[in-house]
């Protein structure tokens, strides 16, 4: 029997990041359903700001890294301003850790940090 293959595609569900799977199942092919979108920050319950932006990519080998922007203090660890967040699931993205910010100025710039991108040369 064949293998479906599964994407995981990040997007923004009122004003969470979430990774919803889906599934390329061809003709003949059996695969399990995809399951409801999951929250990929996991301060999700407790964030208090808007997560916008979200870039995520992988090297194939099971390390995945998504960076966003977001108005969440991070429970007062980083500033109110609009700072970058990463997370990096080293298990094809079925668990990732605390975000955490990206520049280590976060808890004391004032400008607005937006729009990340990544990426990776599979190395």
Excluded: Y
Aim: proline share 7%; aromatic share 4%.
């Amino acid at each position: 029997m064949s293998t479906c293959k599964v994407t995981l595609i990040l997007v923004v569900v009122s004003g969470t990041l979430a990774l919803v799977p889906t599934a390329n199942v061809a003709f003949g092919q059996s695969c399990i359903a995809p399951t409801d979108p999951e929250p990929l920050n996991n301060n999700a319950a407790t964030d208090s700001g808007d997560d916008s932006w979200p870039q995520v990519t992988t090297d194939a080998t099971g390390n995945w890294v998504a960076v966003w922007h977001s108005l969440d203090d991070l429970s007062g660890t980083i500033g109110v301003d609009t700072d970058i967040l990463v997370a990096r699931s080293v298990d094809n993205g079925l668990t990732w850790p605390a975000p955490a910010p990206l520049n280590n100025n976060a808890a004391t710039d004032s400008g607005d940090d937006r729009r990340p991108q990544v990426t990776t040369d599979r190395a």
